[in-house]
């Protein structure tokens, strides 16, 4: 990819617009995030830390959910869900990205308890 200096932020919205459609990225939902920083030329895939309590991610990384993160994800409870998705979205993660032409997991019903 032509164009990236090493070490200088890259908003979310510039990923889009340079390589967006070279990458076939397809913006699903926030778009009221382009002006974020991607503030590494690394990605990084929650894996494994998703099973955690209290998942960690690195700051400023652009996160990519592959086929393991999205299929453990869709086995979980709503409520769990739920958890997973706010501890992802409270941290300073500038975009993620579902790989592999996978459907993101959808808004599920709350469970009755």
Known sequence: MKGIKIGAPLEVGELYDTWGRELQIEIIAGRDGLWRKIRSNRVQKPGLRM????????????????????????KLSSNEQEKISDALSSQDVPCFIISKGLTPPEEQPEEEE
Request: no cysteine.
């Open 51 to 74: 099973i955690e309590p209290n998942i960690v991610l690195e700051d400023g990384k652009a996160q990519i959910l592959g086929r393991t993160e999205v299929s453990y994800f869709n």
